[in-house]
């Protein structure tokens, strides 16, 4: 599992842009069409409401302990049981983040396309600036000939 996320030129700070607003308080400056924007926006929206009934649902449970352990004479059995409820919501939590890393997954994966693509992109670029400073070698070439035939022929 790769532990570094690939950089971009100029832009190192691009996870951290998205970390909080999901890029949508820079929509404009990214140029995302209105289907990015609310794909991205839906996907913020998901976030924040199951990450809130997660935390809810933890809160409700680590009150409901709290209740237990301050019992007279608390029950072993129900803290115990009460911890693994907690316990269980954690762990979904964390399972949550799993999910949010695969959907970073795919962004990595997006990531190393657009990383090809540019530089596939590049290569076409300097391939034509080549052939223009090639062109434009040969049309001097020629106009040189041009001028040697001529004054050969007066």
């Known amino acids: 599992m790769q532990t570094s996320l690939p950089g971009f030129a100029g832009a190192s700070h691009i996870y951290h842009v998205g970390a909080t607003g999901f890029y949508l308080d820079y929509a404009d400056k990214l140029g995302l069409s209105t289907q990015q924007r609310?794909?991205?926006n839906d996907l913020k929206q998901r976030a924040l409401v199951d990450q809130s009934n997660q935390q809810r649902k933890i809160d409700e449970a680590e009150q409901a302990l709290w209740l237990l352990t301050a019992a007279d004479q608390p029950d072993a059995g129900?803290?115990?049981?009460?911890?693994?409820e907690i316990e269980t919501q954690i762990a979904a939590t964390r399972q949550s983040l799993g999910d949010q890393e695969r959907a970073l997954s795919g962004v990595r994966e997006l990531e190393r396309k657009y990383t090809a693509a540019v530089a596939e992109q590049e290569e076409k670029v300097r391939r034509l600036r080549e052939a223009r400073d090639e062109g434009s070698?040969?049309?001097l070439e020629l106009d040189s000939a041009k001028s040697v035939y001529k004054q050969a022929l007066d």
């Not at 129900?78 to 693994?84: G, H, L, P, T, Y």
């Open 137 to 139: 070698k040969l049309l």
């Open 38 to 40: 609310t794909s991205l």
């Open 78 to 84: 129900s803290v115990e049981a009460k911890i693994r």
